[in-house]
């Protein structure tokens, strides 16, 4: 856990789920700090129990009994906390993560995508004193970056190793050329598109966007043949139609003939 000591100015934050992300200006006097001063942003995640749930992780490790064993014993907790009570001790068992990292620009608003399923990725929207609106992937935001060489397993996640500066990359910038300035409040809807979120900044300009966290694998891609797909479908459909005579004249004729 990071203790925040001294003074902190423009605190942001945004809550989504069980992700929790704030920044504040760091003046250097913090206790137990490295003294610099700048922009910070903090990444936390809660996770249900006390120890991280490995027994998904560990399935290569057992035969099929016993992976059957911790497949129960899996789906039983799972419905034991569904079962418990708002005032049972046992609600706040829980596991933090939490990391931090520098950003290069100061900080006006902060949100986060939204989509009709939640099925699409989560990125961070910021508004920054450059009169800029960024959007800032998950994965980079990720409490649970490792500090080395990632593991295979953690590969599979997406985890990539630890960096305490957030990269400045101009891809990461909605507005792109735009000034869009003293934005205060940044709202996000979802769009008829899974993959596809909308993006309003609100400030001194208004400014209006699309992001697709996920990339849009709900949507044909200009490289597409079209023309093929035609004409696939009308053979599909032409080879149906000839074949259909053929297997009703084979119908009736094993009903004639069939003792």
């Not at 704030?22 to 996770?47: C, Q």
């Not at 900044?201 to 699309?210: K, P, V």
Request: hydrophobic share 40%; proline share 5%; with cysteine.
């Amino acid at each position: 856990m990071n203790r925040i000591f001294g003074r902190c100015d423009d605190v942001r934050a945004a809550l989504v789920d069980h992700w929790l992300v704030y920044s504040y200006f760091e003046d250097g006097t913090s206790a137990g700090g490295d003294g610099t001063k700048g922009w910070r942003i903090v990444s936390v995640e809660t996770y249900e129990g006390k120890k991280p749930d490995d027994v998904m992780r560990r399935w290569g490790m057992y035969s099929v009994s016993s992976l059957l064993e911790k497949l129960i014993e899996f789906l039983a907790y799972r419905v034991r906390s569904l079962e418990l009570s708002s005032c049972s001790n046992a609600t706040t068992d829980f596991t933090t993560y939490e990391q931090a990292y520098l950003i290069p620009y100061g900080v006006t608003a902060l949100s986060t995508t939204s989509t009709r399923l939640g099925v699409t990725l989560k990125n961070l929207i910021v508004a920054s004193r450059r009169h800029a609106v960024h959007s800032v992937p998950r994965r980079l935001l990720d409490p649970r970056r490792p500090p080395g060489k990632p593991s295979p397993s953690e590969v599979e996640e997406g985890l990539v190793t630890y960096d305490a500066v957030l990269p400045d990359d101009a891809r990461l910038t909605l507005s792109h050329n735009y000034e869009v300035a003293n934005v205060r409040q940044i709202m996000s809807a979802p769009s008829r598109l899974e993959s596809t979120s909308l993006v309003l900044a609100i400030g001194l300009d208004l400014f209006l966007t699309r992001v697709s966290p996920s990339g849009t694998f709900d949507v044909l891609s200009e490289n597409f043949n079209k023309a093929q797909l035609v004409l696939t479908i009308g053979g599909l459909a032409l080879a149906i139609g000839l074949a259909r005579p053929v297997v009703r004249r084979r119908q009736l004729r094993r009903r004639w003939y069939s003792p």
